[in-house]
């Protein structure tokens, strides 16, 4: 399960009006190798759903993960935020042994 917090849910509606064309509705939060620490995460809006997705609904989010990033997510909070130390999402996962200093990227 991911949990997105009320300001995430509200820049992820904000975006969907602005970047997500008709149909790609759906969050899609992955993770593929690289960054600082080896993993990276990735948001996209999706319209398509997979067999090997995982479809999970949060304050009102739907949000569809594949199985390879699904054992890295699991109990992982997505926030937003815009205050002094910088603007964006922030993935808040308890799986993660330590984070890069930009919180982009992490390792197990």
Do not use: W
């Amino acid at each position: 399960m991911i949990t997105v917090t009320e300001k995430a849910k509200n820049r992820i509606e904000e975006l969907k009006q602005v970047e997500a064309p008709a149909g790609k509705r759906h969050l899609r939060v992955s993770v593929t190798g690289g960054g600082c620490s080896g993993l990276m995460y990735n948001l996209s809006f999706d319209e398509k759903i997979l067999d090997s997705d995982e479809i999970f609904e949060d304050n009102q989010v739907k949000i569809l993960v594949d199985k390879k990033s699904l054992l890295y997510l699991l109990g992982t909070t997505l926030d937003f935020s815009d205050g002094l130390n910088g603007k964006g999402f922030q993935f808040i996962n308890p799986n993660a042994s330590r984070t890069c200093g930009c919180g982009e990227s992490f390792a197990v």
